[in-house]
């Protein structure tokens, strides 16, 4: 549906007037942004009531994503994008002496994820209604998103993100389709007719709402649905006379999104989590198949639904599967089994053995009684089934059920068709070391699906002059179809193109340069090296690395040598229980401030420690960042996105060997990017022999020494304890992290960086070569393999709309 600006101007007019009772020259940009918004809805909902009715029609197989975290940042934009209506709506502002991006503050940051995972689920809604797939998400409505962070004296402190104050412009309530889940209390096995059916006793009763969430695809005529639950207190008759108690109780499930995605805490709650969105989301499923396909017969049920299991935190839905198709719908377990296995499918993120879960059977068996039954008869099948078959030892390393607890991953691994790593060394580590027995016996059930970004976040919302310019050299093709961007390296050599590129990463700059003056008063020079790690804090991810560089270059300038200037940007927050981390954070803060306030060094150093890192605030240093730092210790980091976000913006990657940054290296060549570090194999060489002792390196290594020690010896204010405790770390015996092994090779690596940031030329010709080469990482094709080679969808086919 097009508009033209004089019908948006009069349609903006007209919900001011009857929201407000105001002219739009009146209205406060909170309220030009929930009219905006309004408009929009408008505009969408026609096609979102189409897209449902045409999927009633066609019977096109669906996928269902479930997910613990979305993370989508902020709607409005990306709304706007997908319509086709930003340019016409920005002009038509502009017109009004009104600013787009000024309007769109007032929208909340939808942080309903800690990260890269979260991040991911939302860029496969975009994806898959942009590609012309009927996917739905499936997720938690939680009150408190991702907390916000603070920083008090250098310490990261935690805000509530109480996001949904301000917020319903974009969620539709169906109280029709809501759903009961059921907790605790006794399950009795009783003869019905022949057939065993539980009957529960004192169970807690929890009614699961649905909030629909509109994802327009890109310019198609389709919109999806991401569907978030709620927890409620059930309706009367289930639970009679509720007290507060019970209020608080049942309102707690859905209350506070888990800040962490590796260590896990509140546990009880959070496996009460894990059900309630995988039951809600089932049971709705199912609801509907009976409804609008096939009745009774679930022999047909994979042939209209794929279930994917986002990380093991969904992994439930493999018992829930088979407790509905058995309990419910009074399937014979072994039909029930071959139609779940065929509906399921798994992706793993981490091979960090915390991030596994395992959940203690006495705590399964008293939240989830009946759902324990039943994952102990799938393991006790699955025992039977490879006895005499397989070695015990295996049997006894994959099982589901050992040593008193349930292992998640095991479950999503045995009840699903398709298990896959997010990239290409990841899903070789999961093959070769972390599943290897699974792999064994299930070779065919493994693939690789390497992560991706959407572009159209990442490059047309968050970097318009970029985008322009692309317009301007390749055509306007790029935006529907990414394999076009590979032409952009035609202009490897156009003079032209290439000072663009600079002009328009300096006018990037300059903004971020202005956001950091407001928010931290330091002045940054835009003509710096603008060096970025922004994401999760985490010892793995080693921010630590990057600290002991920063360390480096403020001796060897104290000392005359000089380098050019820099100014370092991090956004990362820590898990609030997790000491480490914190205890980076700090000195990173204090380091900041030694710096930045040292007077020998001007501005030939700065260090910005960014409060608060989200979408919304990635979408700001993005775009402005000359070099992207993806340091990890080989192996850890499963894919990494970041990565991608910034070489799209035609970052530099200084990267170990690690995630998706192989696969960086492969689309630029080597030439292109910095790589350094330990591989692989030398990696797991340390791990096998505990041959790892960082005390030698530091004791005969005067550069490394002399940046490590001025950590404990005084050199860096108010952070003594702190200071000491990464000391610590490093020199430990074994640090799994390996940080000094690879300091080294980091400083020589930054070396030749600095050269290359010396010829100007060259380097925004390998910032081009990035540019055009991150098509490879552009979500569309990642869903695009997904659908086809793990979910066989088809694609809907809709009217688009003029
Ligand atoms: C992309 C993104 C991440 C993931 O970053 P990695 O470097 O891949 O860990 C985390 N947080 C936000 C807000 C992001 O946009």
Redesign the pocket.
Known sequence: MRITKEEFKQRLARKVRNYYEEEISEASNAELFAALSAIVRDGFAPQWRRTRISEKEQKQKQVYYFSIEF?P?TLLKSNLLNLGWLETVSEALEDLGLDLDTIATAEPDM?L????L??LAAAFMDSLASTGYTGNGNGIRYKYGLFKQKFVNGYQKELPNDWLKSQDYWEVRRESKSVLVRFGGQVHMVDDNGWLVPQYEGEEVVRAVPYDIAIVGYQNGLTNTLRLWDAEIPPEGELNYPTIEDRRRIEDITSILYPDDSNYEGRLLRLKQEYFFTSAGLQSILNYYVKEIAKHDFSELPNYVAIHINDTHPALAVAEMMRLLVDKYRVSWDKAWNITVKTMSYTNHTIMQEALEKWEISMMSELLPRIMQIITEIDRRYVENLKNKVSDEVIERTRIIKDGKVRMAHLAIIGSHSINGVAELHTQLLETEVLKDFYNLYPERFNNKTNG?TLRRWIQIANPDLSKLLDKTIGKEWRANSDEMLNFEKYLHNSETLNSLKKIKYDNKVKLAKLIKDRTGIIVDPKAIFDVQ???LHAY?RQTLKLLHILHLYQDLKAGIDHPKRVVIF?AKAAPSYVFAKQVIKVINETANMINNDPDIHDKLKVIFLEN???T??EKIIPAADVSE?ISTTTK?A???????LMANGALTVATMD?ANIEIKDAVGEDNIFSFGLAKDEVYKYYASKSYHPRNLYENDAVMKRAVDSLIDGTIPNSNSEGQALFNNFLEDNEQFLVLADFSSYIKIQNKLEQAWAQERLWYQMSLVNIAHSERFDVDKTIKRYAKEIWHLNQLKIEKTK
């Open positions: 993370l940042g942080a994820g800690n990260g890269g979260g991040r970004i922004v994401k999760r991810k956004g890192y989200d979408v605030l990635a993806q980091e894919s990494g996105t970041s990565n991608m976000k995630g």
